[in-house]
């Protein structure tokens, strides 16, 4: 298996993330915060990975950066799984996307001193352009959906201040002792989310509760798992793909999971419209896939 297959198949789960990541906000759990919570509880578990050679930080400062990277990426979570909610997942993640590249690009070019290429500058410029392609919907309630484009742009920026972050201490420390630290801080924003009431309830049992919601609950339990363990699995695939093949066509390829995460959702509109379903007009599947192209061209345009 070359390495081009490898992160064929870790974008395949990344996509596949998406979705189901859209049918548990929809279907599953209501709150995007309980969400939010499992999703970032299970970041501790990166201290597991401490015996391997990973190392304290060495000062105040740099701690609050890897504290600073993590929240930031948990608060990214969290507004990603609102729009998600409020949005069509087809239209909200290929736009977080673009939305993400470029607030990263930004962030690291005035912050860390990154300067951009005529290549770059010209892929900030395509993505600007494809990010107001994929606004364009015409739903049946367009307008109160809208909303979730601003918190697809809040997610973006989360985003960005996370990578650049983490891109800071990656630059004095081995790659593992800076991934590490950045990564188990995002488990810091669970403890302050089990505060929070729609949370606290999750964890209370109820003696009248019939055997059919038990049920049902065991189900989003195995799902939410399964979401969890493919995302995971998609980030392994991809890091190790780039450690053997080219990391810049490894990166430029990411613009597939898009392409991949729209064809699952048109598959699934048809032939399981009870499980999962996404209204389109035949104008916004046009303007969707030119935005998509767009898309991945800008992302490419980034790395050359």
């Not at 990975?49 to 105040?60: A, H, I, Q, R, T």
């Not at 930031?72 to 609102?82: E, H, S, T, V, Y």
């Not at 089990?194 to 038990?214: A, E, Q, R, W």
């Amino acid at each position: 298996m070359n390495w081009f297959l490898i992160a064929f198949i870790g974008y395949f789960f990344l996509a596949l993330t998406f979705v189901l990541d859209k049918f548990i906000l929809t279907k599953a759990v209501s709150r995007p915060v309980v969400y939010t919570f499992y999703s970032t509880f299970f970041s501790f578990g990166a201290i597991l990975l401490y015996p391997f050679g990973v190392k304290f930080l060495n000062n105040p400062f740099d701690w609050f950066i890897a504290i600073a990277s993590g929240l930031a990426f948990g608060f990214a979570l969290w507004a990603q799984f609102i729009a998600v909610k409020k949005n069509e997942a087809s239209h909200i993640n290929p736009f977080l996307g673009g939305i993400v590249s470029i607030t990263t690009y930004l962030l690291s070019s005035n912050f860390l001193g990154e300067k951009l290429t005529d290549f770059q500058i010209s892929g900030i410029i395509i993505l600007i352009f494809a990010c107001f392609l994929l606004s364009f919907e015409k739903t049946r309630k367009s307008k109160e959906n809208h909303i979730g484009f601003f918190w697809a742009i809040l997610s973006g920026l989360f985003y960005a201040i996370s990578h650049v972050s983490a891109k800071y201490l990656y630059g004095f420390y081995p790659f593992l002792t800076a991934f590490v630290w950045s990564k188990a801080s995002v488990g810091i924003l669970a403890i302050f989310l089990l505060f929070v009431p729609s949370v606290l309830k999750t964890f209370k049992k109820n003696k009248k509760v019939k055997k059919d919601k038990t049920k049902a609950k065991k189900f989003v339990i195995i799902i939410v798992t399964l979401t969890k363990v493919l995302g995971t699995l998609a980030v392994v695939l991809i890091q190790y793909a780039s450690a053997i093949g080219s990391v810049s066509i490894v990166m430029a390829m990411s613009g597939i999971q898009y392409i991949l995460m729209f064809l699952m959702i048109i598959l699934s509109t048809k032939l399981i419209p009870k499980i999962f379903k996404e209204y389109f007009t035949k104008k916004e599947l046009l303007v969707e896939w030119i935005a998509i192209i767009l898309v991945l061209i800008g992302s490419i345009l980034f790395i050359i």
